[in-house]
């Protein structure tokens, strides 16, 4: 940033002008100064040379500290710039490659459902099997949300069954599929024009080969292809990042430096070649100058994408425009001024402009004695002029300095706080939508439809639901343990062998099974309250719960299935991720973040450990009132301690809390000291 500053020092003191304004109106005053100061030498030979001499010494030291004011509001003014877009480019790309680890897992265990593997076992299924094949593709894609086409090929490249009536494709040749009957890996990720979605301008694929069975070496059956939403996923992510108004546009850079997405295609079209460097540039476009902002991945879990990397690009001459809605609070002026955060260089400025004045006023007050003694009464008003001028300099001085303090400084932390808060409620929904998600495919399985559909359930489908909820526990490690259980609500198998004794006992109210086991829509699942539970020794903890229905009879229910989610390490997680960080990656000292509901419980907190779930939160209750999806942020007194507080209110993601019955606000908020 520092190169930035030094190689573009003119451009950038234009497109800041309450910078220009101080710097010209202090240009202005020392002009004033200069001719002052003549017109003294001209009229005044009875007044000693040595007073001007001092005056003029004196007029060259807000000179000098006047170039270092210019110099630490150009750099403070573009640090607030750099590192508000620099969250948000990387926020726009970790979000996305968060959401895309997510489908490398769906890919690979839908690659291994046994009524796909059965369906393309068949050398011509019927026109009633392939109904049966799409119409659970279909449930798929009405649970997870973020596909519009599955396709299940033949190891021939013949197109067996799919989703997208509109895709014409019946037949491929696409490399795509030889590549992937070829591959060892769990699942391959391709990105560009696809011949299998020919309609789309570019596709998003995870594909996996589809084996006879879970061995290594087992014959092929075929590929299955799901195709990713990314246009429309890209369009929530930038949506959530910009603000009504907001001037700069987001970006996602392939890896070879061209736009795949872009928040602005009219300004910022897609295949745009930019450059993938991650320093801080001023770059043309369109016969405007941006500053440009790019950043690479933090990866999610060990996975890194496709090489993409965000970017933020602010038109220069709208990047530093007073903000409307920032505002200066004098009751924030003792906090910030005792702020570590605050700029030293400043505080030291504005003392010195302040102790040089007081220097002039003993220097004109030297003069004014002197000019007495030599009967100099032509000298006295350019002395009283001198002094008017510095102190009009030293007010400037003064008022440059609060109004960054007050205004660039302070919006700059109450912004990030509240941003940082509604990214870890956000990074929440998303997660929790997953769960609920998987609970109601997972209730579709076959083997659970079948063996519950014994009216005598043997120890070997017992045994069978063991087994299959034990894969599926090995591969979603989100959760502590997977049980399924019966209309009665008597657990009949766990995926976690060390919770055996559960077998035969009965899961009680607080898990949310009765409302899933009085509902036989597939879309339809429970949530428990987030509470004490002896399935998750008797921590706090959510249970996502779905009815497991009859194959033959959708409409009955025949029993449920429940999820218990590993909540204390998945949220902390969550909100660790957020807590900003020094220069060394190190969370800053003290911070910390919490997850509540509106009745101010705990549901998890990061780095504060005299906090615990299930406790009351003590702040006032305006802060537990924000809207759904509004966030904020303030200066609060917590323990005896200052903090800029950062606050959000859950919206939900896709249908998860907006379209599917579900409610239940939750409020993130961070704490960093000040």
Known sequence: MITLLESHESKLLTAMPDVKSFESRLAQLNGWWGKITLIGKINSHNVAPTILDD?????????????????????????????????????????????????????????????????????????????FIENRLREYVKKYSVYDEIMLFDTQGQLRAHLDQSNPVKFSNDPLLAETLASDRDYLESFGYSELQPNRRHALIYSSKISETDRKGSKALGVLCLCFRFDDEMQGIFANLLDRGDAGIISILGADGKVIAS?????????????????????????????????????????????????????????????????????????????????????????????????????????????????????????????????????????????????????????????????????????????????????????????????????????QISEILQYINALYTVYTNLYVYDLNGEILAVSNNKLANLIGTRVDHSTGAQAALQNSDSQSYSVSPFVRTHLYQQRHTYIYNAAITDLADSNKVLGGIGLVFDSEPQFEAMLLEILPRDEEEQILPDCFAVFADRKKAIIAVANRPDLHAGETLDLDDSFFALKTGQRSSDIIQFRDKSYVLGMAASKGYREYKTADGYRNDVMALLFIPF
Request: proline share 4%.
């Open 55 to 131: 005056m003029n010494r004196t007029q060259s030291k807000f000179g000098e500290l006047q170039r270092k004011l210019t110099q630490n509001l150009l750099f403070e003014n573009l640090q607030k710039l750099v590192l508000d877009n620099s969250s948000k480019a990387q926020v726009a790309i970790d979000l996305l490659i968060r959401n895309l680890f997510e489908r490398t897992a769906d890919v690979g265990f839908l690659a291994t459902d046994d009524d796909i593997r059965v369906f393309l076992s068949e050398p011509s299924p019927s026109l009633q099997q392939i109904e």
């Open 263 to 463: 928040s602005d295609e009219q300004s910022l079209p897609l295949q745009t070649k930019l450059s993938p460097a991650d320093a801080v540039r001023i770059v043309p476009h369109q016969r405007r100058e941006f500053i440009t902002n790019t950043r690479r991945t933090a990866g999610y879990q060990g996975f890194y994408g496709l090489g993409w990397r965000g970017q933020m690009m602010t038109p220069l001459d709208k990047a530093f425009c007073p903000d409307p809605t920032a505002t200066s609070r004098s009751d924030y002026a003792d906090i910030i001024d005792q702020a570590s955060s605050f700029p030293q260089q400043l505080r030291d400025i504005r003392k010195a402009s302040a102790d040089i004045n007081a220097d002039l006023g003993l220097l004109v007050l030297n003069g004014q004695i002197a000019s007495a003694r030599k009967n100099a009464a032509e000298f006295m008003p350019v002395l009283e002029a001198i002094k008017q001028i510095g102190s009009d300099i030293a007010s400037i001085f003064t008022a440059s300095v609060n109004s960054l303090q007050e205004v660039t400084v302070m919006s700059s932390h109450l912004n990030n706080a509240g941003f940082l808060a509604a990214l870890a409620v956000d990074i929440m929904d998303r997660n929790l939508y997953e769960r609920a998600n998987d609970c109601r495919w997972w209730a579709l399985t076959s083997a659970f439809r079948r063996n519950l559909a014994h009216g005598d359930i043997s120890l070997g489908d017992k045994h």
